[in-house]
Every structure is written in C-alpha cells, then in structure tokens.
C-alpha cells in the first residue's frame, strides 16, 4: 500500500466514536500516528461543522472532511467550505409543501458567506427540543427562526433533517419520495431507537459523489470505508474496499468486505494502524 496514494474515510457516530458519542483518546493517538506517517484520512458524517469539528479536535485531520452526508466538504484547517450542493428551487417548494401538509417542522440549513445556517419553524417536539438543547449547550450551535422555511430559498438551501418516529415519518417519506431533483435518507437513530432521522438533501449530493470528489482531488488511487449504517451505503459504493464495525447494522455488514471490532474498541483505528503495519 502506498500510504501517500491511499485515502481512508470513517462514518463518525457509532464507526469512529464510541457509545459515549466521542472519539476515543486511543483511537486518536493511534490515527494521528498514521498521519504522521503521511496516511491521509478524513470522516464522512451526517453532522454539520458546528458539531463535526470539535469531536474531530484531537485527530490532525489531513484531508477536507464530507459533512451532511455528502451536501458539502469541508476543509477544517483553512475553515471553508471546498464544496457545497445545493437544493434546487422548484425542489425545495414542492418538499416544503409536503411538510407542511403534514405539519411537520425540523431543521433546513443554507450557507452563506461561508457560514451555515439553521432554520426551525418551531420546535414543538421533545426529539427537536433535545436536538437544540445539547448542540447549544456541547458546540454553541446558533438556530434560527423563521415563520416560513420558503423564505429560506433565496438564501440556498443544502439540507434538510427531521427527527421523529417511525410511525411519524413513514407516510412523510412515502409522499417525499414523489420530489423530483432529492436524495434522502431515512434510518433509525443509533442512541435512541424510537426515533428516525429523515435527511433530504440535492439529488447530487451523498457520500458517494463526495468521495469522487475527493479521489479526484486528492488523486489518490485506493479508498477505504468504514462504517456502520444505511447512510453509509453510498460511502462504501465509492470504496474500494469497506469495512463495518461490529456494531453495524446488520445490511451494512452484509455489503462490507470485513466486519472488524466495535466502535467501543477503537476498531477503525485498529484497523487502519494493521493495514499501514502491512504495506
């Protein structure tokens, strides 16, 4: 393996971190000795910067970072923005009027000037209430209200997330599935499992065109994922060869090439730190 040509990418919640949602200072120490040795890693998540950079913190990342499952890529040491997909207008219209034939809130994100926004309408929910309690408390996240998410289109909107159950969100997902020029994602919450993420973003953004992205970037000639949920599959369509952690769901194992140790035994640092053992 030629460590300079090789690119590896990790999911971070339930892949990198631990159940305690953080990054072990084991598996830092062990990812940062690889950097050192001129590997290039980097993660993929769900998460926006606000929360993807501090948990990210003790590890020297090299590499942009893909955030929003693939909406937009990050490079955390010159803090800008590489890329960033948009949803289109006419997209955006119709999946608002969805939501609100449903009455369903939730989050919309646009950057401007290099700086991500977030939108609620309201945060009737205790799911949506937790959500902005504890990323205002950990990151010092800033939401915005808004009486319209419309008026968010003339800012450019990337992302959309919810947060709800199952029961909630299945006839949501049925009737967003009619939206021309999306992508979504739709799987259960790994720290609580009454509850489901439903994420839309561009038809053009995912964690697969991501890695394109940065393969050709990067000109790195092998990448390898790990990771440990649906929002993963894209990342591990993109990979030469992928890997999930024990804890994974059982579909994403199914489709990995190994399944390694758990995200609580800094598995995907373990993993790395044996294959730059064996080049």
């Known amino acids: 393996m030629e460590t300079a040509k090789t690119l590896f990418i990790s999911d971070l919640d339930g892949t990198l971190m631990n159940s305690e949602a953080r990054v072990s200072d084991k598996s830092a120490e062990l990812l940062n000795k690889i950097i050192d040795k001129g590997c290039l890693f980097t993660a ?153 993420y439903l994420e839309i973003s561009s038809q053009h953004a995912s964690k697969y065109n991501a890695v394109m992205y940065l393969r050709k970037m990067l000109q790195v000639s092998c990448v390898y994922g790990f990771g440990d949920n649906f929002n993963d599959i894209p990342l591990f369509r993109a990979c030469d060869a992928c890997f999930a952690v024990k804890n994974a769901k059982p579909e994403i194992c199914k489709l990995a090439c190994e399944v390694i140790d758990s995200n609580n035994e800094d598995a995907v640092a373990r993993k790395i730190t044996d294959m730059v053992k064996d080049e």
């Not at 990050?74 to 609100?100: A, H, M, P, W």
């Not at 998410?149 to 949501?172: A, H, M, N, R, W």
Request: charged share 25%; glycine share 6%.
């Open 44 to 196: 993929a998540t769900a998460r926006t910067a606000a929360t993807a950079v501090p948990i990210l913190s003790g590890i020297n990342i090299n590499v942009p970072v893909i955030l929003m499952n693939g909406v937009c890529i990050y490079d955390i040491e010159k803090s800008r923005y590489v890329n960033i997909e948009q949803i289109d207008e006419t997209s955006c219209r119709q999946l608002f009027g969805v939501l609100k034939d449903f009455h369903l809130s939730g989050f919309v994100f646009s950057i401007t000037g290099n700086v991500l926004m977030t939108f609620y309408e309201n945060v009737d929910s205790p799911n949506a209430k937790k959500f902005v309690e504890e990323r205002t408390r950990k990151f010092g996240k800033v939401f915005t209200h808004t009486d319209n998410f419309c008026s968010c289109i003339e800012q450019g909107v990337i992302y959309y997330s919810v947060t709800d159950t199952k029961e909630i969100l299945d006839p949501v997902y049925d009737a967003i599935k009619g939206v021309d020029g999306i992508h979504i994602d739709y799987y259960r919450d790994i720290y609580d499992e009454n509850y489901w």
